[in-house]
């Protein structure tokens, strides 16, 4: 993975496939792959659909950072919104059998969901689980009472709708808002090419999505994937990420993954402690002249 070239001459020489990576390749952030069973029962600590919500979350996270604002508390809203669009297509999160059903959308899956919340927000509201099987409230009594809840629900669904109106045909990150054209086969060596990119204040974004889509794809292979990032600090530096990046790199040697982190400087490791996490995960670290460096 590469935002500055600075691979181009290995890629040429390893005859790697070159992937330009730019506006118009499909990156789906709602994408999720099936882990092979052995794999889960080998490993039963492993979650995947808690760790693609994980995921998600640092995705919109980062998004929202974009636009100088926080997702806050409407990621309450956003996750069951986002269930609601996994269910719609069959997959259920808590289910690893599912997970390998075409995945949903923002455009054509999680955006209408969110227009349904806000038009029938008392079918989508928190409250119906609450009170499920409960004999003791009546349901509409409930709403009634508790009409703040929702009203803010609906607050949050009007908020969220708005925003995705980035992932929409024609805008700026439309080609993140339908299906993924980015696959790996039977190449050796795989160059995604960031360059167009560059510059773009989506850079560490793209970054972060790339990150996930070759992660998703290596749960399925039964290769083992060298997966070298150049210029990591555009994916240190965001912190909504570090979370999810943390928790993939811990995993990552269930699906025989090997991460390299490649960087001009060490200060993002160690700016925090999710970051000095994924260093400390890292059992061989090479260091070149690196003026300044302390033990």
């Known amino acids: ?56 979350k640092s995705f919109f996270q980062s998004f929202f950072e974009l636009r100088n604002e926080e997702l806050g508390e409407r990621w309450d809203t956003l996750s069951r919104a986002i269930k609601m669009a996994y269910e719609e297509v069959g997959i259920n999160l808590d289910d690893p059998t599912t997970h390998g059903r075409p995945d949903p959308t923002i455009q054509d899956h999680l955006v209408p969901v969110l227009l349904d919340m806000i038009v029938n927000e008392e ?72 360059q167009q990119q560059e510059g773009r204040g989506s850079l560490g974004l793209m970054m972060n999505l790339l990150f996930s889509s070759v992660y998703e794809r290596a749960k399925q292979t039964d290769k083992n994937v060298i997966f070298a990032i150049d210029e990591a600090r555009y994916i240190m530096r965001d912190r909504s990420a570090l979370e999810f990046l943390e928790q993939a790199v811990r995993h990552s040697r269930h699906y025989d993954l090997s991460i390299q982190f490649i960087t001009q400087t060490v200060d993002e490791f160690f700016q925090h402690p999710e970051s000095e996490a994924i260093a400390d995960q890292c059992d061989h670290k090479l260091f070149f002249h690196t003026e300044g460096i302390d033990e």
Request: aromatic fraction near 4%.
């Open 1 to 56: 993975l590469d935002p500055l070239e600075g691979f181009a001459g290995l890629a040429s020489a390893l005859d790697s496939r070159p992937v330009m990576v730019g506006g118009s390749t499909g990156l789906n952030p709602l994408e999720i792959k099936r882990v092979p069973q052995e794999i889960l029962d080998d490993n039963p600590e492993l979650d995947p659909g808690k760790a693609k919500l994980k995921d998600l």
């Open 123 to 194: 079918d989508n509201s928190i409250l119906n689980d609450v009170v499920e099987g409960s004999t003791e409230h009546d349901l509409s009594e409930v709403f009634e009472q508790a009409r703040g809840v929702t009203d803010r629900e609906r607050e949050r669904a009007i908020d969220l709708l708005l925003a995705m109106e980035s992932f929409l045909e024609g805008n700026a990150l439309s080609n993140m808002g339908g299906e993924s054209d980015f696959e790996m086969g039977d190449e050796s060596s795989l160059y995604l090419d960031l």
